[in-house]
Protein backbone atom coordinates (compact mmCIF):
# COMPACT_ATOMS: atom_id res chain seq x y z
CA UNK A 1 0.00 0.00 0.00
CA UNK A 2 1.45 3.29 -0.73
CA UNK A 3 1.79 6.23 1.41
CA UNK A 4 -1.28 8.14 0.17
CA UNK A 5 -3.38 5.13 1.25
CA UNK A 6 -1.96 4.64 4.04
CA UNK A 7 -3.09 8.23 4.87
CA UNK A 8 -6.70 7.31 3.69
CA UNK A 9 -7.20 4.78 5.68
CA UNK A 10 -5.75 6.40 9.07
CA UNK A 11 -8.43 9.51 8.16
CA UNK A 12 -10.58 7.17 7.82
CA UNK A 13 -10.32 5.54 11.23
CA UNK A 14 -10.29 8.68 12.81
CA UNK A 15 -13.24 9.85 11.31
CA UNK A 16 -15.17 6.45 12.27
CA UNK A 17 -13.71 7.54 16.11
CA UNK A 18 -14.84 11.26 15.80
CA UNK A 19 -18.54 9.74 14.94
CA UNK A 20 -18.43 7.47 17.60
CA UNK A 21 -17.22 10.17 20.35
CA UNK A 22 -19.65 12.46 19.21
CA UNK A 23 -22.51 9.64 19.57
CA UNK A 24 -21.57 8.99 23.02
CA UNK A 25 -21.25 12.79 23.92
CA UNK A 26 -24.79 12.45 22.35
CA UNK A 27 -25.67 10.34 24.32
CA UNK A 28 -24.40 11.19 27.83
CA UNK A 29 -26.64 14.61 27.55
CA UNK A 30 -29.65 12.95 26.29
CA UNK A 31 -33.51 13.07 28.18
CA UNK A 32 -33.86 9.52 27.26
CA UNK A 33 -30.95 8.54 28.96
CA UNK A 34 -31.52 10.80 31.73
CA UNK A 35 -35.11 9.16 31.97
CA UNK A 36 -33.86 5.84 31.93
CA UNK A 37 -31.48 6.35 34.57
CA UNK A 38 -34.71 7.63 37.00
CA UNK A 39 -36.60 4.93 36.02
CA UNK A 40 -33.93 2.54 36.61
CA UNK A 41 -32.90 4.27 40.29
CA UNK A 42 -36.90 4.08 41.18
CA UNK A 43 -37.33 0.76 40.60
CA UNK A 44 -34.14 -0.47 41.85
CA UNK A 45 -34.48 1.64 45.64
CA UNK A 46 -38.42 0.65 45.37
CA UNK A 47 -37.38 -2.87 45.42
CA UNK A 48 -35.16 -2.48 48.30
CA UNK A 49 -36.79 -0.16 50.33
CA UNK A 50 -40.13 -3.54 49.44
CA UNK A 51 -37.36 -6.12 50.44
CA UNK A 52 -36.29 -4.56 53.98
CA UNK A 53 -40.03 -3.91 54.72
CA UNK A 54 -40.33 0.04 54.90
CA UNK A 55 -43.87 1.09 54.84
CA UNK A 56 -44.64 2.59 51.17
CA UNK A 57 -41.88 1.10 49.59
CA UNK A 58 -42.89 2.97 45.81
CA UNK A 59 -44.01 6.05 47.27
CA UNK A 60 -40.46 6.44 49.35
CA UNK A 61 -38.60 5.77 46.47
CA UNK A 62 -39.52 9.01 44.46
CA UNK A 63 -37.75 11.03 46.48
CA UNK A 64 -34.04 9.72 46.04
CA UNK A 65 -35.35 9.11 41.83
CA UNK A 66 -35.95 12.82 42.27
CA UNK A 67 -32.77 13.62 43.51
CA UNK A 68 -30.37 12.05 41.00
CA UNK A 69 -33.14 13.04 38.14
CA UNK A 70 -32.20 16.60 39.44
CA UNK A 71 -28.23 15.77 39.90
CA UNK A 72 -28.27 14.64 35.94
CA UNK A 73 -30.31 17.91 34.55
CA UNK A 74 -27.91 20.17 36.87
CA UNK A 75 -24.69 19.16 36.45
CA UNK A 76 -24.29 20.32 32.88
CA UNK A 77 -24.47 23.50 34.28
CA UNK A 78 -21.70 23.04 37.35
CA UNK A 79 -19.64 21.82 34.36
CA UNK A 80 -19.86 24.78 32.26
CA UNK A 81 -18.93 26.56 35.51
CA UNK A 82 -16.05 24.27 36.34
CA UNK A 83 -14.39 24.73 32.36
CA UNK A 84 -14.96 28.20 32.66
CA UNK A 85 -12.89 28.53 35.67
CA UNK A 86 -10.34 26.07 35.04
CA UNK A 87 -9.85 27.49 31.17
CA UNK A 88 -9.16 30.80 32.85
CA UNK A 89 -6.13 29.50 35.27
CA UNK A 90 -5.02 27.73 31.89
Do not use: C, H
Not at 34 to 39: A, D, P
Not at 52 to 65: F, K, R
Amino acid sequence: MDRVGRLEEKIEKIDARNKRVEADKDWEVSYTRRILLFVFTYISIGLYLNAIQIPNPWLNAIVPSIGFLLSTLTLPYFKSIWFKKRSKKI
